[in-house]
């Protein structure tokens, strides 16, 4: 039963009115000379999670970008608090992905330019480590697995008979998840969808 939250929406994306679609409400060119925010286009789901297992499932076909995970907002007396997505001001991010990692409350994996496949780490360096995942079927639909006192985030190809993505295992949240929904640059929608059996 997880929902879109059109609260947490700004003006780059629209939730649909059912809250189970989000899609971006307008384009603009990027290069990776010049990186943006992508964090603008971010929609967190209605329901937070402090305990238990969740399981929801996302429609991401024939997009060329998303994003899809869990937030978890980050305890730290160096955050300005707000209700929104909030990164350390003293940060310099270098790229796009720098923001999405676990660090920053963010277990995501994310797909780029049609065919790239990533998924955020933290790294021991001040540059964010960008996993690159393969897939031998492109996943139309993502499943997303958490358990929130094993501290376990997981990814499933629902389209490849639900094989694992990617797993991100000894998560620390410090505060409720919340899923985490991402239409990026691409105007096609992400649509929330019923589990697959």
């Known amino acids: 039963d997880v929902m879109l939250n059109p609260d947490s929406a700004i003006s780059n994306v629209a939730v649909s009115v059912d809250q189970r679609q989000v899609a971006t409400v307008c384009t603009f060119t990027f290069n990776n000379s010049n990186p943006r925010d992508f964090s603008a286009f971010g929609v967190l789901g209605c329901q937070y999670f402090s305990s238990g297992k969740y399981y929801w499932e996302v429609d991401v076909s024939g997009k060329i970008a998303w994003i899809l995970g869990v937030y978890s907002k980050i305890s730290s007396p160096n ?5 929104g997505f909030v990164f ?3 940060v310099n991010y270098a790229n796009v992905y720098s923001k999405y990692r676990p660090q920053y409350g963010y277990w995501v994996i994310g797909l780029q330019n049609t065919c790239e496949y990533n998924a955020f780490e933290d790294s ?4 964010p ?4 995942l393969f897939m031998a079927v492109p996943p139309c639909r993502v499943g ?3 358990n929130y006192e094993a501290g376990i985030v997981s990814f499933f190809n629902v389209t ?7 797993k991100f295992s ?4 410090s505060q409720p998840a919340y899923p985490y929904f991402n239409p990026w640059n691409c105007q096609v929608p992400m649509t929330l969808c019923q589990p697959s059996s």
């Open 170 to 173: 000894g998560c620390r949240f």
């Open 79 to 83: 955050k300005r608090k707000s209700s």
């Open 88 to 90: 350390d001001p003293s």
């Open 144 to 146: 997303v697995f958490l």
């Open 160 to 166: 490849n008979h639900g094989a694992l993505i990617y």
């Open 129 to 132: 480590k960008v996993l690159s």
């Open 124 to 127: 021991s360096s001040a540059d």
